[in-house]
């Protein structure tokens, strides 16, 4: 089946720790996103990715990075940087950026202590 | 500054009714706007897409109307049924910044038997 895998489904870390939330697509699509997610603020952008070995900042990108050195695979560091890094984190994938249609993975609740 | 304005935040109806959801969006040269539907712990799906050179789109239940010179959009959803509870999210893509899709703050649809 085609689709978009984050792993794992929760997470647990303590505070100061780095951590990296696993994407992988198998839909041969060349943009990647990150999302984080908190009630009542709707899906911030973090990073996204039009192509292998490219990234750009979104929107709230202060204390996270992202590699994408492959295609398929697109994961996010949330480092001791980020302040509040308890949230749930989605990641999408599309065909390339504009019109077209995004599709997300199941997301990571993490949860920092 | 990119930003999609979307109300109710919380929308109530009884089985059988009809639900609308509305967005405002501040980029004039936005000419995508899709709608997400996301359920409990999941992430979200794509329900139904407008673009700029269309005014009306309906799928079954779903319909998305646009209104370009008001810059904004709404979702009716007749004939609610249970299953139709989730957050529905509206977003726009604005052009000047990358193609990347801007998120509303999302409406908690409840349909009431």
């Known amino acids: 089946d085609g689709g978009i895998t984050q792993s794992p489904k929760y997470l647990f870390r303590k505070e100061g720790q780095n951590v990296t939330l696993s994407c992988e697509q198998n839909?041969?699509?060349?943009?990647m996103y990150w999302y984080r997610q908190d009630p009542g603020q709707g899906l911030r952008l973090i990073y996204y990715?039009?192509?292998?070995?490219?990234?750009q900042k979104g929107d709230i990108a202060e204390g996270y990075s992202v590699s994408r050195e492959k295609k398929e695979s697109f994961p996010l560091t949330v480092t001791s940087a980020q302040k509040n890094p308890t949230a749930f984190y989605l990641c999408?994938?599309?065909?390339?950026?504009?019109?077209?249609?995004?599709?997300f993975g199941q997301g990571t609740r993490l949860t920092v202590v | 500054g990119e930003n999609v304005e979307q109300h109710p935040s919380t929308l109530s109806v009884q089985e059988g009714d009809s639900a609308v959801i509305k967005c405002t969006y501040s980029?004039?040269?936005?000419?995508?706007f899709p709608w997400y539907k996301q359920e409990l712990g999941k992430g979200p799906q794509l329900i139904i897409d407008?673009?700029?050179?269309?005014g009306e789109k309906k799928d079954q239940r779903i319909a998305v109307t646009l209104n370009k010179t008001a810059k904004h959009f709404s979702l009716h959803i007749t004939e609610t049924q249970p299953e139709d509870s989730a957050v529905y999210f509206c977003?726009?893509?604005?052009?000047?910044?990358?193609?990347?899709?801007?998120f509303g703050t999302g409406t908690q649809l409840k349909v009431e038997l």
């Open positions: 999408a994938s599309s065909i390339g950026t504009g019109v077209t249609e995004a599709f």
């Open positions: 839909l041969n699509h060349d943009a």
């Open positions: 990715s039009q192509i292998v070995n490219d990234f």
């Open positions: 980029d004039s040269a936005s000419n995508y």
């Open positions: 407008i673009r700029s050179n269309v």
């Open positions: 977003a726009a893509i604005f052009t000047g910044g990358g193609n990347k899709l801007t």
